[in-house]
T-cell receptor
């Protein structure tokens, strides 16, 4: 069965420090992974997807099939990065049915 | 078109009552998804439509839940005989076939008392 695990419910860092939000997955097929973000009082929105290998707002994430991980990283955190981050796995093939992790609340302190 | 709209934003209902939520997707999006999110959890898939056809339903969607998308435009999610365990945020999202990534609505927060 497909599963997404985000081991940290809360993560607190200081501005300018590196940040890594962990995500591990379990899936028998070829995984397609995403990071979604929800800023305070805003709707959930797509941050990035592994297939495009892009960097959005300074964040990157690399799919490591050997470790079944898709950790989100940013070298220098900013206060505006404070938000709830969800890792998601496409478990529905072309249907794009997503399985989400429980989320990590990132707080970047000044 | 300002994105995915959900109505109402909040709903408080007594146990046993029926409730209906509405979702208006981005107009050109032909896929529409419903998710449910409870406190401390990520969103959980409920069902999805491609145009007017409901193509998949989760086992989370008991017989008390029904969803429709007439004419492939807006969608409604009805919960009959609500229970306290139905209290959650109900999220709608839409997308276009061939595009990756959803656009989510703001959600409808249901409280069953």
């Amino acid at each position: 069965a497909q599963r997404v695990t985000q081991p940290e419910k809360l993560l607190s860092v200081f501005k300018g420090a590196p940040v890594e939000l962990k995500c591990n997955y379990s899936y028998s097929g070829s995984p397609e992974l995403f990071w979604y973000v929800q800023y305070s009082r805003q709707r959930l929105q797509l941050l990035l997807r592994h297939i495009s290998r892009e960097s959005i707002k300074g964040f990157t994430a690399d799919l490591n099939k050997g470790e079944t991980s898709f950790h989100l990283k940013k070298p220098f955190a900013q206060e505006e990065d404070s938000a709830m981050y969800y890792c998601a796995l496409n478990s529905g093939g072309s249907n794009y049915k997503l399985t989400f992790g429980k989320g990590t609340l990132l707080t970047v302190n000044p | 078109d300002t994105g995915v709209s959900q109505d109402p934003r909040h709903k408080i209902t007594k146990r046993g009552q029926n409730v209906t939520f509405r979702c208006d997707p981005i107009s050109e999006h032909n896929r529409l998804y419903w998710y449910r999110q409870t406190l401390g959890q990520g969103p959980e898939f409920l069902t999805y439509f491609q145009n007017e056809a409901q193509l998949e339903k989760s086992r989370l969607l008991s017989d008390r839940f029904s969803a429709e998308r007439p004419k492939g435009s807006f969608s409604t999610l009805e919960i009959q005989r609500t229970e306290q365990g139905d209290s959650a945020m109900y999220l709608c999202a839409s997308s276009l076939v061939g595009l990756v990534g959803y656009t989510f609505g703001s959600g409808t927060r249901l409280t069953v008392v």
